[in-house]
């Protein structure tokens, strides 16, 4: 009788596998970039509004409306900005979804347990924050959900910025919780900012994407069939009274993410790879730029910290969120018998949780849906949502510096690629020829150092036999 084999302990945070690893590296450094031309855009933004000579051109731009009065789309830019570039960025976000629940973490639930049950706590530890501050001082509580959303680009902009090696484990982590958090952030949009509903522009919506997903099913290809069908889906959606994003978000989860026999990538990794780069390097920044210029000035940073609601949003984002989401990665952790992996201390736990309290881009939509009757609270939230981001991106520097030295030795041992057969080291030490290709690199190397070696030590002689030559004839000379 066999004696029973012991389970591998689960580790929390361990080495992800290496095609995983490269997914996540190829889609945080598209965010990477978005980040630092969302952060960009969003100073621009800011200056833009509180020149005194240029504010009045900001105003002027961000109101101006145009388009089709008669299909209800004559909106403002700032309209368009929020409700139909962020469409694309809310569809790249469906895709992201449904590649996690196909091929990712989410497909397992023992793995996706954490970065769930951590996003979930994220948003709810956040709104009652939000809640107990609004209403210890009188203030409204209709803000509830905007301290609730992490964003990522902002954050991964952050990472860049700082130069932090965060390990990719940490990183993917990170993605995932944001990928979950914007599911339950479209799902708060949809349900919670929804007032009244047109059924027949709702009926349309929903047959163009069931013909969207029927072309999907017969193989049918070409823009040319899917941008003007998506177009017209997002407009019955926005004149449905549910927000348009929803449509750029169900749109990618029809797409198809696992690959068929032969194929190199889904096509919903295709897409994705196509349009990332304008979520992520035209949407969203262009948003930041219509919804981050409030005026700012020392009056309207002390009243962040005095209006209940705007104070409600802040400690929300700094400290709801890191406590949420630390919170809830160590409950399960604690309850599921995982354990941290060894290269990692909870700290570091700490210092992603907190870089998670970054809410930008769907933290100002959501202000702006919660607020929209009042558009002195919508500025003065707006500044919140900043402020919070702000001092959380602080903090988070400050954790992640005292432990960059540590991260940097472990991004380091990540990639090692001593063989030379582009694949880090780490992946392949279970690969017999890893390990004969190895000993025929060290082989070389003993091979040259003998002959180093050896050229030293005949070089050793000659200059003693010089040194011994010139000894004898000063001898003769005396």
Not at 156 to 172: E, H, K, Q
Not at 276 to 305: E, K
């Given at each position: 009788?066999?004696?029973?084999?012991?389970?591998?302990?689960?580790k929390?945070?361990?080495?992800?596998?290496l095609?995983?690893?490269?997914?996540?590296?190829?889609?945080?450094?598209?965010?990477?970039v978005?980040?630092?031309?969302?952060l960009?855009?969003?100073?621009v933004?800011?200056?833009?509004?509180?020149?005194p000579?240029?504010?009045?051109?900001?105003?002027?731009?961000?109101?101006?409306?145009?388009?089709?009065?008669a299909?209800?789309?004559?909106?403002?830019?700032?309209?368009w900005?929020a409700?139909?570039?962020?469409?694309?960025?809310?569809?790249?976000?469906?895709?992201e979804?449904?590649?996690e629940?196909?091929?990712?973490?989410?497909?397992?639930?023992?793995?996706?347990?954490l970065?769930?049950?951590?996003a979930?706590?994220?948003m709810?530890?956040p709104?009652?924050?939000?809640?107990?501050?609004?209403?210890?001082?009188?203030?409204?509580?209709?803000g509830?959900?905007?301290?609730?959303?992490?964003d990522?680009?902002?954050?991964?902009?952050?990472?860049?910025?700082?130069?932090?090696?965060?390990?990719?484990?940490?990183?993917?982590?990170?993605?995932?919780l944001?990928?979950?958090?914007?599911?339950?952030?479209i799902?708060?949009?949809?349900v919670?900012?929804t007032?009244?509903?047109?059924?027949?522009?709702?009926?349309?919506?929903?047959?163009?994407?069931?013909?969207f997903?029927?072309?999907?099913?017969?193989?049918?290809?070409?823009?040319?069939?899917?941008?003007?069908?998506?177009?017209?889906?997002?407009?019955?959606?926005?004149?449905?009274?549910?927000?348009?994003?929803?449509?750029?978000?169900?749109m990618?989860?029809?797409?198809?993410?696992?690959?068929?026999?032969?194929?190199?990538?889904s096509p919903?990794?295709?897409?994705?790879?196509?349009?990332?780069?304008?979520?992520?390097?035209f949407?969203?920044?262009?948003?930041?730029l219509?919804s981050?210029?409030?005026?700012?000035?020392?009056?309207a940073?002390?009243?962040?910290?005095?209006?209940?609601?705007?104070?409600?949003?802040?400690?929300?984002?700094?400290?709801?969120?890191t406590?949420?989401?630390?919170?809830?990665?160590?409950?399960?952790?604690?309850?599921?018998?995982?354990?941290?992996?060894?290269?990692?201390a909870w700290?570091?736990?700490f210092?992603?949780?907190?870089?998670?309290?970054?809410g930008?881009?769907?933290?100002?939509?959501?202000?702006?849906?919660?607020?929209?009757?009042?558009?002195?609270?919508?500025?003065?939230?707006?500044?919140?949502?900043?402020?919070?981001?702000?001092?959380?991106?602080?903090?988070a520097?400050?954790?992640?510096?005292?432990?960059?030295?540590?991260?940097?030795?472990?991004?380091?041992?990540?990639?090692?690629?001593?063989?030379?057969?582009?694949?880090?080291?780490?992946?392949?030490?279970?690969?017999?020829a890893?390990?004969?290709?190895?000993?025929?690199?060290?082989?070389?190397?003993?091979?040259?150092?003998?002959?180093?070696?050896?050229?030293?030590?005949?070089?050793?002689?000659?200059?003693?036999?010089?040194?011994?030559?010139?000894?004898?004839?000063?001898?003769?000379?005396a």
């Amino acid at each position: 009788m066999t004696a029973p084999r012991t389970p591998t302990p689960r580790k929390v945070f361990g080495r992800l596998s290496l095609p995983e690893r490269t997914f996540v590296a190829d889609a945080l450094r598209a965010e990477t970039v978005g980040g630092v031309l969302l952060l960009l855009a969003a100073v621009v933004s800011l200056i833009w509004a509180n020149i005194p000579a240029l504010h009045d051109s900001y105003e002027s731009v961000s109101h101006f409306h145009f388009g089709p009065e008669a299909l209800g789309l004559n909106l403002s830019v700032e309209h368009w900005a929020a409700d139909g570039l962020l469409a694309i960025f809310f569809f790249v976000a469906g895709i992201e979804l449904k590649r996690e629940l196909v091929a990712g973490d989410l497909r397992d639930p023992r793995a996706a347990a954490l970065p769930v049950v951590a996003a979930l706590c994220g948003m709810a530890a956040p709104a009652l924050v939000y809640t107990l501050t609004a209403s210890a001082g009188g203030g409204s509580l209709a803000g509830w959900a905007v301290p609730t959303a992490t964003d990522i680009a902002f954050a991964l902009a952050v990472l860049a910025v700082i130069g932090t090696s965060l390990p990719s484990a940490l990183r993917a982590f990170l993605l995932t919780l944001a990928v979950v958090d914007d599911l339950f952030a479209i799902l708060i949009i949809a349900v919670f900012f929804t007032d009244s509903l047109n059924f027949p522009a709702l009926g349309g919506a929903l047959v163009g994407l069931a013909v969207f997903w029927l072309l999907l099913r017969k193989g049918v290809r070409g823009w040319y069939v899917y941008v003007p069908l998506a177009l017209v889906i997002w407009a019955l959606m926005y004149n449905s009274g549910i927000h348009a994003t929803i449509a750029g978000v169900a749109m990618g989860l029809m797409l198809r993410c696992h690959r068929h026999e032969g194929e190199e990538h889904s096509p919903g990794e295709h897409i994705e790879h196509l349009v990332r780069p304008l979520s992520a390097g035209f949407a969203v920044p262009l948003f930041a730029l219509f919804s981050a210029g409030v005026a700012v000035s020392g009056g309207a940073i002390a009243d962040v910290f005095t209006t209940p609601e705007t104070l409600g949003v802040v400690l929300g984002l700094v400290v709801g969120k890191t406590f949420g989401i630390f919170g809830g990665t160590w409950l399960t952790a604690r309850f599921t018998k995982a354990s941290l992996s060894e290269d990692l201390a909870w700290a570091d736990v700490f210092a992603v949780a907190t870089l998670a309290g970054i809410g930008f881009t769907v933290s100002l939509l959501i202000g702006e849906l919660a607020f929209e009757d009042d558009a002195s609270m919508t500025d003065s939230v707006k500044a919140a949502v900043l402020t919070g981001s702000v001092l959380a991106t602080l903090l988070a520097a400050v954790l992640l510096k005292l432990r960059n030295a540590k991260y940097r030795r472990l991004t380091e041992e990540e990639e090692r690629d001593e063989d030379l057969s582009g694949v880090p080291d780490i992946y392949e030490v279970d690969d017999p020829a890893y390990h004969l290709r190895m000993a025929e690199i060290h082989e070389r190397k003993a091979a040259e150092h003998r002959r180093l070696a050896e050229e030293k030590a005949a070089e050793r002689q000659r200059l003693a036999e010089v040194a011994g030559g010139a000894g004898e004839d000063e001898d003769r000379r005396a």
